[in-house]
């Protein structure tokens, strides 16, 4: 589970749930904007902002493919420079 939220798409429908011992801990824009950059068909947003407040975990939406990102990330490393000790 994410450290404060996770998110399951079920046969039934697409399921959100917020962890009530790290309710304090939780991002709601950003668990908001996350909801809507996985393009959820049909969220029920005044059962998300009530699992905000209380936790717990419940169906946000109906049964639906969950939409895939398509982004990439690059990272690079560097080795630190052990002249300048």
Same mark, same amino acid.
């Given at each position: 589970?994410? !450290?404060? %939220? ?8 697409? %399921?959100?749930?917020?962890? !009530? @011992? @790290? ?13 809507? /950059?996985? @393009? ?21 939406? +109906?049964?639906? !493919? ?13 080795? +630190?420079? /052990?002249? /300048? /000790?």
């Amino acid at each position: 589970m994410h !450290t404060a %939220y996770d998110l399951r798409y079920e046969e039934d429908g697409v %399921y959100l749930e917020v962890n !009530t @011992r @790290r309710i304090a801990d939780l991002d709601r824009d950003g668990l908001m904007q996350h909801l809507h /950059s996985k @393009r959820i068909s049909g969220l029920n947003e005044e059962f998300v902002k009530t699992l905000m407040v209380y936790g717990g975990y419940t169906r946000v939406a +109906p049964a639906q !493919t969950e939409h895939i990102y398509e982004e990439e990330l690059s990272i690079e490393t560097a080795k +630190p420079d /052990s002249s /300048s /000790s």
